[in-house]
């Protein structure tokens, strides 16, 4: 146990890991979420029967972009954006470039979670808001996102849960963190380990950002 612990990798390389790691997943949910909810919004609102119909443009928006975004499998579109990294961020290299790809392949998920949980509000109270002379902006502020609170808090827990799992998959092309510790030396050096602690450190943070997502979600629920 001793050896173990007394690995020099734990006292140096460890600590800036875990830093790198919640930077780019703190990062990436704040962007995620500020474009990915107002996205899902739209898609929910153009869509046949929302409250704006526009067949055309929910089309291109969801099946062009959307769609399409999702269906990269996310090492490759981490890779493909590495030129648009280094444009906005100067580098190519670390937890803030990483954080760029982190968001574009994450927004389209989360934007997709924020649509079907607005299409489950009750169109009852969505009619009742209307009927009372509520504008379409406020039937959304007033009536679907606060009626939908609770689910697009297990979603957005959902989404930064992804993230993590992203985080580790960034570490392997430079983005830093506890992916990178785990392949440079859990992997290529065979440090049993650092691996081992690596992997029990990210699952000890999705548990964290689980039940603190569930623990609100409850909270928030008055039903």
Excluded at 84 to 91: C, K, P, Y
Excluded at 142 to 158: C, G
Aim: no cysteine; aromatic share 8%.
């Amino acid at each position: 146990m001793n050896d173990f612990f007394s690995n020099p990798v734990f006292a140096k390389a460890l600590p800036e890991a875990i830093v790198e790691t919640l930077q780019m997943v703190g990062i990436s949910a704040f962007f995620t979420v500020l474009v990915g909810l107002p996205l899902g919004v739209f898609l929910h609102a153009t869509a046949p029967g929302g409250l704006r119909p526009m067949p055309v443009i929910n089309r291109i928006m969801s099946d062009v972009i959307v769609n399409i975004t999702r269906s990269i499998p996310f090492a490759i579109l981490m890779v493909a954006l590495i030129p648009l990294a280094r444009l906005l961020t100067g580098t190519s290299l670390g937890p803030v470039a990483a954080s760029v790809s982190l968001s574009i392949g994450t927004i389209p998920f989360f934007a997709r979670l924020v649509e079907t949980t607005l299409r489950d509000v009750h169109h009852g109270k969505v009619d009742a808001a209307q009927v009372m002379g509520s504008t379409k902006m406020q039937v959304i502020s007033k009536v679907m996102l606060p009626e939908s609170l609770p689910a697009l808090v297990s979603a957005t827990t959902t989404t930064v849960v992804t993230l993590v799992g992203y985080s580790a998959m960034a570490g392997l092309v430079g983005g830093g963190g506890l992916g990178k510790l785990a392949y440079n030396y859990g992997f290529q050096r065979f440090d049993v380990p650092v691996m081992i602690v690596t992997i029990v450190l990210i699952i000890v943070l999705v548990q964290v950002i689980q039940l603190f997502g569930e623990w609100t979600a409850r909270r928030l629920d008055h039903r």
